[in-house]
């Protein structure tokens, strides 16, 4: 799997957008990029995932670049519960089950009031 | 959304027990079940992976004689940690997923899902 590199952490005031970045300029084209996040002493939540388009569900948007080097996940209107460490990982779309995901360290996000 | 339940979400035994973690997926059949673990203030490191009705895969440096992993089923995995001693204290969390749907077409790829995690204490 490509390697990302996101930065330690951010702080965002509440009710504004949050935006975290992603590199991850070894990308393949078949890996898909994908975000979760981790409130502290829980278990990781799945937020959203994509290819080479941008995509946008309930809880926030992935912007791709066209080159996929690189990848935004934005918080459109930041609360304290959206405090979290973010991860962004890039995986191979395989037709088997069986293919791993590797967390590295994250962006630890700080809502402020 | 897909749900994995974890239990339990917490336990404190003595050194030398051995103890049993589930992971179910509620909603949704989980070809793929992994077991991760994760030290205060650290990221999540994988341990190892499991396909239902086969051996797990561990990642390297993980004992498999330490850490029992079983997926009899498509919506349980267990993680057995044996003969626990204080250094095995951590928290130690689930998730599943399954295969892409046909009609999502070849190339895409399933989220997995998290349970809530269990938090280890050996005294």
């Known amino acids: 799997d490509a390697k990302t590199t996101q930065p330690t952490s951010m702080d965002c005031a509440e009710g504004r957008a949050a935006n975290l970045p992603c590199n991850h300029s070894t990308i393949s084209g078949n890996e898909y990029v994908y975000w979760y996040r981790q409130i502290h002493s829980q278990g990781p939540q799945y937020i959203i995932h994509g290819l080479k388009n941008n995509e946008t569900n309930e809880m926030a948007s992935l912007i791709i670049t066209e080159d996929r080097k690189s990848s935004t996940l934005i918080l459109p209107h930041a609360t304290l519960r959206d405090t979290a460490v973010y991860y962004c990982?890039?995986?191979?779309?395989?037709?088997?089950?069986?293919?791993?995901?590797?967390f590295g360290p994250g962006t630890s996000l700080s809502v402020i009031p | 959304g897909a749900v994995v339940s974890q239990h339990p979400s917490r336990v404190i035994c003595k050194s030398g027990t051995s103890v049993k973690i589930e992971c179910r997926s509620l909603?949704?059949?989980?070809?793929?079940m992994f077991w991760y673990r994760q030290f205060p203030k650290q990221s999540l490191m994988l341990m190892a992976t499991s396909n239902e009705g086969s051996k797990a895969t561990y990642e390297q440096g993980v004992e498999k004689d330490k850490f029992l992993i079983n997926h009899a089923s498509l919506t349980l995995s267990t993680l057995t940690v044996t003969s626990a001693h204080p250094e095995d204290s951590s928290f130690y969390i689930c998730?599943?997923?399954?295969?892409?749907?046909?009609?999502?077409?070849?190339?895409?790829?399933?989220?997995?899902?998290f349970g809530d995690g269990t938090r280890l204490s050996i005294l």
């Open positions: 998730s599943a997923r399954t295969l892409a749907s046909r009609r999502q077409g070849a190339g895409s790829n399933q989220p997995q899902h």
């Open positions: 990982i890039v995986r191979v779309a395989l037709k088997t089950s069986y293919d791993k995901v590797i």
């Open positions: 909603d949704f059949q989980a070809t793929t």
